[in-house]
């Protein structure tokens, strides 16, 4: 947390505003920022007195803000020296542009190097409007097409955020911890009227072996993770227009939970009825052939069979 705080900080652009948002957290990390608030008047803290889940509380820190453009930093990652400047003279060429994402680099655990991150859209400098904007996250061809999917190394007009979220309706409120800002960034994709990628490192992405992303295959946290790998499903499905290739984006992800079934889903203990609500969505839709719908369907008999063998187990107790 001080490697970021002093990150910003040491931003030559000032003109900004720093929002926190506590999801009601355990540690120190509070008494932290309220020292550094005590110096730096463009802190802003807001604290949860329960905890609502990443996406919530990322929405509110937007809700909050008072700039023309949001820039979403993890609390374990950092941002790049004179970042925020050449960002700034990114915005001021391209003043009419809704998502500007940027370079990263990335922490290699294995080798503590740091390395480009390679991901993201194949053409700098070119700016992409709809309707090809709303397809470039889709999976296609067994790739994950062009854009890194993270909420992060981008710069979002505030005002598109905020009608995002206010199109998200009843799922604005979910408690979601995993993949939200995938969710976020494709809805986000289908109202934003351009895009553009440019050739300015901005992020340091660290990772952290103590985060939700890389504890998602923990079976003590199946079922929030299968909670939130069918909630990101389900927003993609809504999101998503009416066609099968524009349903690719949300059947990579079920093919993502039937990969982790044997990590994770046969620990699943709840849930099953919203598990089998959002898997009768894809296999009720008349757009997708059943081929289409193959993952649907062999994720529904293999959650049939973990609830069936839960119900065993608890009458053999």
């Known amino acids: 947390m001080i490697k970021l705080i002093r990150s910003i900080q040491n931003q030559k652009f000032e003109n900004f505003e720093i929002i926190f948002v506590d999801d009601h957290s355990t540690d120190e990390s509070i008494e932290l920022i309220k020292q550094y608030m005590r110096k730096d008047k463009r802190i802003v803290l807001i604290?949860?007195?329960?905890?609502?889940g990443t996406l919530i509380s990322r929405n509110d820190g937007a809700l909050n803000a008072k700039g023309e453009y949001i820039f979403f930093v993890d609390p374990d990652d950092m941002i790049l020296e004179n970042s925020l400047e050449l960002l700034y003279n990114a915005t001021l060429k391209y003043p009419d542009v809704d998502v500007i994402q940027f370079r990263a680099f990335k922490k290699r655990v294995s080798t503590n190097s740091i390395v480009p991150w390679a991901r993201g859209y194949k053409q700098y400098d070119k700016i992409v409007t709809q309707p090809e904007?709303?397809?470039?996250?889709f999976y296609e061809n067994r790739i994950l097409n062009q854009i890194n999917f993270f909420i992060w190394a981008k710069l979002i007009k505030r005002k598109v955020f905020v009608e995002t979220i206010e199109k998200l309706g009843h799922y604005q409120n979910e408690h979601m911890t995993l993949y939200e800002d995938v969710a976020m960034l494709f809805a986000v994709l289908q109202i934003a009227k351009n895009y553009v990628y440019?050739?300015?490192y901005g992020y340091l992405y660290l990772g952290n072996t103590f985060s939700v992303f890389e504890n998602r295959y923990k079976y003590r946290r199946a079922n929030r993770t299968i909670r939130d790998c069918f909630l990101l499903s389900d927003i993609l499905f809504d999101f998503s227009k009416n066609t099968t290739f524009d349903k690719s984006m949300a059947l990579f992800t079920l093919n993502r939970i039937y990969y982790m079934y044997y990590h994770v889903c046969t620990f699943v203990t709840d849930g099953f009825d919203?598990?089998?609500?959002?898997?009768?969505?894809?296999?009720?839709?008349?757009?997708?052939?059943?081929?289409?719908k193959f993952y649907a369907?062999?994720?529904?008999?293999?959650?049939?069979?973990?609830?069936?063998k839960l119900k065993k187990n608890k009458e053999n107790d």
């Open 47 to 52: 604290q949860h007195e329960i905890n609502k």
């Open 198 to 200: 440019v050739q300015i």
């Open 297 to 308: 369907y062999r994720l529904k008999k293999l959650f049939e069979y973990t609830q069936n």
């Open 274 to 292: 919203y598990i089998f609500k959002v898997l009768d969505k894809f296999i009720k839709c008349e757009v997708l052939s059943n081929r289409s």
């Open 133 to 137: 904007l709303c397809s470039i996250m």
